[in-house]
Structure formats: structure tokens, C-alpha cells
């Protein structure tokens, strides 16, 4: 099970207005700004069971890695799951309206299985973002 991922970007003021806006429509929210060595954001969704009600699962770093490699993560596809196909909809048409650009708008995708419905942008950086849903109608 995953606990948190971290992406390098090469402007982390594009990456936070851009994520605000894409991720707000599946419940996240800017959790965390603030500086370690670099400028970094989180977001966060709600959920009890942590002590402070949220849970910040993504990160974005401004600049490149101390340890070396690329100066941002890029082509990578990055999916989050949404409660509803409305949020699918609502997530693309989010991100399309802050930036991003389309790369599979929402629909089903039953080569996956019957009941996948996602969306597909790519971000600032390259990446290949995603929300999808694998509820039934």
C-alpha cells in the first residue's frame, strides 16, 4: 500500500495553482506549503482515521534532486481514484481549465473492465494524470 509519492517540478507555483484546481473536484486540498531545503506542496483529502482529519498523499518539490537525474519528474502517469463518474468529468474538466491538456476525456474504457470510467490530461510537467472511477453507473 502506498503512503505518499513526491514529484520534482520546475515550477512549483504552476504545480500548486495547477493541482489546487485539478484535484479539488476528488476532495483534495492544498495541505502543506513551505520550505526543506526546497519549496515543497502537499495536498491532502479528507479522512477520520488520521489524527488530524486529512491525508496528505502528494507532494510536489520545486527544482531538481540534490542526488541527481532529471531536473523534474516528467511522463509519468500519476491516476486518482474518484467516488463518482461526476468527478471523473468534473476533474478533467478542471484540470483542461487550468492548464492542462487532454489526453482521453472521460469514458468508459471497458478494455479495462466494464465498469472503468477515467479521463486522461496531461499536467505542466508531461505527466499523464488520471481520475478514475470503478463503480457502476
Known amino acids: ?10 515550477d512549483i507555483a504552476r504545480a500548486k495553482n495547477f493541482y489546487s484546481a485539478a484535484l479539488a473536484p476528488l476532495g483534495y486540498s492544498l ?14 483529502y479528507p479522512d477520520a482515521s488520521e489524527p488530524d482529519g486529512k491525508r496528505a498523499d502528494v507532494w510536489f518539490i520545486d527544482g531538481p534532486s540534490p542526488f541527481g537525474g532529471a531536473p523534474a519528474t516528467t511522463a509519468c502517469h ?3 481514484r ?5 468527478q471523473v468529468d ?3 474538466q478542471a484540470a483542461l481549465a487550468a ?3 487532454d489526453n482521453g476525456a472521460p469514458g468508459l474504457r471497458p478494455h479495462y ?7 486522461f490530461v496531461i499536467d505542466p510537467e508531461g505527466n499523464n494524470i488520471e481520475a478514475v472511477c470503478h463503480l457502476p453507473a
Open 1 to 10: 500500500m502506498l503512503d505518499h509519492m513526491t514529484f520534482r517540478v520546475s
Open 31 to 44: 495541505a502543506f506549503e513551505g520550505n526543506f531545503g526546497s519549496n515543497i506542496v502537499g495536498f491532502a
Open 78 to 80: 500519476l491516476a486518482w
Open 82 to 86: 474518484a467516488q463518482s463518474r461526476a
Open 90 to 92: 468534473a476533474f478533467y
Open 99 to 101: 492548464g492542462g491538456r
Open 113 to 119: 473492465h466494464a465498469n472503468y470510467y477515467g479521463a
